[in-house]
C-alpha cells in the first residue's frame, strides 16, 4: 500500500536519544527513568486520574500524575521528594513563537498544563520572543515574534487550557526588569562550560552540530539554562529534544554546589503525518495538524497520513491516538459496517494495538474514526476564530508570515 492511501480491505492483507558525549550525561542517562506514559492508557489497567478529577489528591495520585507527562523522568524520587515537600512547585514551560500552532504543541501541551495545576504545580509559561529572534525565526523580526506569540495564547485559552495556576511571562519583559540578576547568570554558566559542550545542545534550536551557527545561537543554550534559575523552575517541562540544555542545568548545579537540582520531565514527540518523519515541521504543511485547520483539512491529511495495516511502530495515526485522543475523550470510538467488524469502543491503547497487529483494526477504520475525534477536539478552537474579532484578526496576520527554519 502507497503511504497515504486508505485501501480496501483484502483477505491476504495481513525514544531515541541522541547519543552524549560527557560523563555527567552518560551518568544522568543510566539514572534516568523512561516508561510508557501511563495517563495516556498505554495499558489497560491505569489508575491515573485525569485531569477532570475532583477532590484533593493524594501524594502517591500527584506523583502519579505529574510522572504521566514525561516519556523520562530526571530523577523519580527527586519529584516524589518535591511533590511530599512543596504544596505548589514551579513548573516550567518555554517555547519560540516561530509560526501556526500544530495540535502536539496546542493539545498536548493544553493536557500536561491542566494536569500539573490539577497536581497543585504553579506553571510558568515562558514566551521566548528574543530567543526566536537570536535563532532567526520569523528573519529576526520581533514584532512578528510577539504577535505570533498572541496568537499562541489565543489558542491554548480556546482549547481548553485552565489558565488558574498558570503565568504566561515574555523573556524580552522579565530579562529586561530584572537584568541584573538574569545577566550574571548567563555569563556564569557561559563560563563554566566548554564550546563543545554548548555546541552539543544546539538541537534545543532544532539544529545539529553540522549546521553553521551564528554566535547569537551559541549564546541561546547558556541563555535558556539560566532561565531555569531565573525563574526559579522545580520541573523542567518539555519536550524530549530539549533534555540536553536540561542536563546542562543540572550539571551547572553541581559546580555551584547546589543540592536541589531542576527535575527534568521530558514529554514525548509526535511524528509528522508522512513516513519517516521523526517530528511535525511547522514549514510542511502535510506533516501534522494544525490547531485552526477546517474540517474537510483535517480530513485529507489524515487520509494522506502513513498508516500501514498491521504495522503499529513508526505508524503516525497510532501515535495520534495513544498521545492525543486518548488523554483527551479516554477512549477511541471506531465506526463501521457490521461485515467489517461492527462499531467499536476501545478504552486502552493495549487493545487498539492489538487488533491493529491481527488486521481486526483496519486503517480503513482508524483514519476516519482518528479524523473525527481531532474535529471534535479542535472545534471550539476553529469557532473562537471565527467568532473572536481579535482571535481572526491574529490568525489573518500569523498565517500571512512566511514560515523561516
Known sequence: MEAGNVEGRSTGESLVTTTLNSVEEEKLEQEAV?????????????????????????????????????????????????????????????????GRMHIAQGVMK????????????????????????????MGGDLNKIRKIGEYLIEIWKAAGMKTEGVEFLWSSIEINRRADEYWPLVMDIARKNTLPRIVRCCQIMGRTEQDELTAAQIFYPCMQ???????????????????????????????????????????????GLQQGQEKMSKS????????????????????????????????????????????????FEVIRQEENGGNKTYTCMDEIISDYESGALHPADVKPALSKALNEILQPVRSHFKNNQKAKELLKTVKAYRVSR
Open 110 to 137: 493544553t493536557i500536561n498544563v491542566n494536569k500539573l495545576t490539577l497536581a497543585g504545580c504553579s506553571v510558568k509559561i515562558w514566551i521566548a520572543d528574543w530567543f526566536a529572534q537570536l535563532n532567526n525565526k
Open 225 to 271: 539554562c539560566a532561565d531555569i534559575f531565573f525563574l526559579k523552575a522545580d520541573i523542567c517541562q518539555l519536550g524530549m529534544d530539549q533534555r540536553k540544555v536540561n542536563v546542562l542545568a543540572r550539571e551547572y548545579c553541581d559546580d555551584i554546589k547546589r543540592k536541589n537540582k531542576p527535575i527534568i520531565l521530558s514529554h514525548h514527540m509526535l511524528p
Open 284 to 331: 510542511d504543511p502535510s506533516s501534522s495538524i494544525f490547531m485552526e485547520d477546517e474540517e474537510v483539512e483535517v480530513n485529507v491529511k489524515i487520509k494522506k497520513a502513513y498508516c500501514p495495516p498491521k504495522l503499529v511502530e513508526g505508524n503516525p495515526c497510532l501515535e495520534y491516538i495513544k498521545y492525543i485522543i486518548f488523554p483527551w475523550f479516554h477512549k
Open 34 to 98: 523512561k516508561v510508557p506514559s501511563e495517563a495516556v492508557s498505554s495499558n489497560c489497567n491505569s489508575v491515573v486520574p485525569g485531569y477532570v478529577a475532583s477532590g484533593v489528591l493524594s501524594l502517591e495520585e500527584r506523583f502519579a500524575l505529574v510522572r504521566s507527562i514525561g516519556e523520562e523522568c530526571i530523577q523519580e524520587d527527586e519529584l516524589r521528594n518535591l511533590l511530599d515537600k512543596k504544596p505548589n512547585p514551579i513548573c516550567y514551560d518555554g517555547f519560540e513563537p516561530s
